[in-house]
Nanobody
Framework: QVQLLESGGGSVQPGGSLRLSCEAS????????MGWYRQTPGKQREMVAI???????NYADSVKGRFTLSRDNAKNTVTLQMNSLKPEDTAVYYC???????????WGQGTRVTVSS
């Protein structure tokens, strides 16, 4: 069984920073990619940032230059450093992982980020 432990959500004023972390544990092998998606009411879940097993990263255009995703392979953890936050970054952020030979996808429970003055 896979578990994704998310932490770091909260409320911040525009221009502020937050850090999200996600630790994967359980029956995991061959992690192909990990990262974060986000979703707001009435909208589809969208990719924020992902990192592959070869440390290749991909960011949504809306967060490039502001967010940085890093990975600790030894701890199966990814960390999303979010700087210069904007009100439009307000969303529920979901940790995401792809692992195993079959490319199994698993989602975290979500952590809320609110950017408001």
């Amino acid at each position: 069984q896979v578990q994704l432990l998310e932490s770091g959500g909260g409320s911040v004023q525009p221009g502020g920073s937050l850090r999200l972390s996600c630790e994967a544990s359980g029956s995991i092998s061959r992690i192909a990619a990990m990262g974060w998606y986000r979703q707001t009411p009435g909208k589809q879940r969208e990719m924020v940032a992902i990192i592959t097993s070869s440390d290749s990263t991909n960011y949504a255009d809306s967060v490039k230059g502001r967010f940085t995703l890093s990975r600790d392979n030894a701890k199966n953890t990814v960390t999303l450093q979010m700087n210069s936050l904007k009100p439009e970054d307000t969303a529920v952020y979901y940790c995401w992982i792809v692992y195993g030979l079959a490319g199994t996808v698993y989602w975290g429970q979500g952590t809320r980020v609110t950017v408001s003055s």
